[in-house]
């Protein structure tokens, strides 16, 4: 294909991309409005309450699987790796909404629930934004399959207190040689304080 | 050397490290190595309703066969399971030490000993599970974030560590600890946990003597320390006084090492497939090597895998029964119990 004929294939296709954009817009105002009725039917036991719902499925025995983002999301630091915890709970129930079990309690990838699907199977997969990990567990709710790894640690900007000097400096005048990884103390400045942390070069 | 020019040299080196990448793909160079057949244990482990593992960062047992996996779930713990599987306790709930768990390793008193390197700590729990030592301590709440893992480590203190990575024991009880990320050492302790010496620093260097990530180790009965180097590609061995003995490079990256205890002791080294990455896309095929202790190999057995039976990350090994080798596996965040048949084993000629 010469460099002119490339060029016309490109413009025929643009072209005809374009109309079919426009031929759905146009269809549109002859959708007719599909009834329903709306009933709230999941029966939650005391004290589990339904965060923020990222994600629902049903299985082939109309059992309704809901990913949420609830409880308490939370980051703890041991050494300078914020390490994530929690956030998000998968949940099953039958089909008249009663409450049957909660599946991956205090799951190490279950962080900001994104979504969760049923396989033809009945396997329940549910995929999970923060620690960018896809998990799959059988019908009996045990774990078959992980795709993707959590970090072992997030990037997090380091807060330096209000009016106080450069963080790194101040750790360092108050805890000399108390720890073993102190690493920018003596070159310490308040803009790499500000830097999201770098992560560590090797994990695991 | 002029200070002047070690200066410029730790600067270079430094350079090179960040410019490299995380790991160095390293095909192991033993060829013809005979395949031992294995079987593993189907449902070993038999969690209680809502209880899952993360990821299976230590297994070891103790001499009542009870098997002890140190996971990181949503929060690190240590949990103990009969000979059968079946669950029996967590230990440590909620102590100070546990943040990201490394390593779990049962010395010859039956005592249960955590590596965490998400507070710098080695925490030993008697059978009873009551915590009895710990070597290193955590930074203090919020002082530790601002501690950066970027940058030239400070020199290497006596009784801090820097993301240790394991531990083991010498026929007389003294205390041996890879250290680890940040600090790159083994170091001696007594059996009251006094220092006694280290060998390599907080520098990583490749000479003899020096680690690039010590990630693992094990003690024979004559007191020898067997290191995983494992950024280096290699395992160095060393005398009781961790004076320099031997270096085997032939078996892929060391990730994990472990030393059968009896009167012919077997040495196990793992070559996982980095994490994150998928079977079969790197040099390093996830297999174990077994091995005397002066560095012959005998069989390797498994591969990297995310099928029951084959290894997704091999971290850890316990090898108490050296026809029964259990694995913690990261990326697959299981324990398995491989049955070796080294008998059937095809006769071929090591190297």
């Known amino acids: 294909m010469t460099p002119r004929q490339k060029m016309l294939a490109l413009t025929a296709a643009a072209a005809i991309a374009a109309a079919a954009a426009i031929v759905p817009l146009t269809a549109q105002s002859a959708v007719s409005e599909i009834a329903f009725d709306s009933a709230d039917p999941l029966k939650w036991p005391a004290n589990i309450h339904l965060g923020e719902a990222a994600g629902v499925a049903t299985n082939s025995r109309g059992d309704v699987f809901v990913y949420t983002r609830t409880g308490h999301p939370t980051m703890t630091?041991?050494?300078?790796?914020?390490?994530?915890?929690?956030?998000?709970?998968?949940?099953?129930?039958?089909?008249t909404g009663k409450f049957v079990r909660e599946i991956g309690q205090d799951s190490y990838g279950f962080l900001v629930a994104q979504q969760v699907r049923v396989d033809p199977q009945d396997n329940v997969w549910i995929v999970d934004r923060l620690s960018s990990m896809v998990i799959k567990f059988d019908p009996n709710g045990q774990i078959q399959m992980l795709l993707g790894r959590k970090s072992e640690s997030e990037r997090v900007p380091a807060v330096a207190p209000r009016g106080a000097a450069p963080p790194a400096r101040w750790c360092w005048w108050s805890a000399p040689r108390s720890m073993s990884t102190i690493r920018e103390a003596a070159g310490g400045s308040a803009r790499?304080?500000?830097?999201?942390?770098?992560?560590?070069?090797s994990t695991s | 050397?002029?200070?002047?020019?070690?200066?410029?040299?730790?600067?270079?080196?430094?350079?090179?490290?960040?410019?490299?990448?995380?790991?160095?793909?390293?095909?192991?160079?033993?060829?013809?190595?005979?395949?031992?057949?294995y079987e593993s244990v189907p449902n070993l482990l038999k969690m209680p309703p809502g209880l899952y593992l993360g990821e299976a960062m230590g297994v070891a047992t103790n001499s009542k066969g009870h098997i002890f996996v140190f996971t990181r779930s949503a929060n690190t713990r240590l949990f103990e399971f009969d000979e059968k599987g079946?669950?029996?306790?967590?230990?440590?709930?909620?102590?100070?030490?546990?943040?990201?768990?490394h390593s779990v390793r049962v010395d010859p008193q039956d005592n249960i000993w955590a590596v965490d390197e998400g507070t710098n700590m080695?925490?030993?729990?008697?059978?009873?599970?009551?915590?009895?030592?710990?070597?290193?301590r955590r930074p203090e709440a919020a002082l530790g974030m601002l501690t950066s893992p970027s940058g030239p480590a400070p020199p290497a203190e006596k009784y801090t560590l820097g993301r240790p990575t394991d531990v083991g024991w010498d026929p007389q009880g003294n205390i041996f600890v890879s250290d680890g990320y940040v600090n790159h050492r083994v170091v001696k302790y007594d059996k009251n946990g006094r220092f006694l010496k280290q060998v390599g620093s907080e520098r990583a260097g490749s000479e003899q003597g020096q680690f690039n990530l010590p990630h693992g180790l094990a003690v024979d009965a004559q007191g020898n320390v067997y290191v995983a180097d494992?950024?280096?590609n290699r395992m160095q061995v060393f005398d009781n006084n961790l004076?320099?003995?031997?270096?085997?490079?032939?078996?892929?990256?060391?990730?994990?090492?472990?030393?059968?205890?009896?009167?012919?002791?077997?040495?196990f080294t793992s070559n996982s497939n980095p994490n994150g990455n998928g079977p079969g896309t790197w040099e390093n095929t996830g297999e174990i090597y077994k091995m005397e202790l002066d560095g012959k190999i005998l069989g390797r057995f498994g591969h990297a895998s995310k099928e029951f039976g084959g290894f997704q990350v091999v971290h850890m090994m316990d090898c108490r029964n050296p026809d029964q080798i259990f694995v913690a596996e990261i990326e697959s965040w299981r324990v398995q119990k491989l049955m070796l048949k080294p008998q059937a084993a095809k006769v071929a000629a090591a190297k």
Request: a positive charge; one cysteine or more.
């Open chain 2, 243 to 267: 004076v320099f003995r031997a270096v085997y490079d032939n078996i892929g990256t060391s990730w994990s090492v472990c030393v059968s205890p009896g009167p012919h002791q077997y040495l």
């Open chain 2, 230 to 232: 494992r950024s280096n």
């Open chain 1, 77 to 95: 630091f041991g050494t300078a790796r914020p390490f994530a915890h929690g956030g998000s709970r998968l949940f099953q129930f039958d089909k």
């Open chain 2, 86 to 101: 079946n669950y029996v306790r967590e230990l440590g709930v909620g102590n100070y030490g546990f943040e990201f768990a």
């Open chain 2, 122 to 136: 080695v925490i030993k729990f008697n059978p009873e599970g009551r915590i009895v030592m710990v070597l290193g």
């Open chain 2, 1 to 37: 050397m002029p200070a002047l020019f070690r200066r410029a040299f730790s600067v270079l080196g430094l350079a090179a490290l960040v410019a490299s990448p995380a790991f160095a793909q390293a095909k192991a160079k033993a060829q013809n190595v005979p395949e031992i057949p």
């Open chain 1, 192 to 201: 790499s304080a500000f830097a999201p942390i770098a992560p560590a070069a």
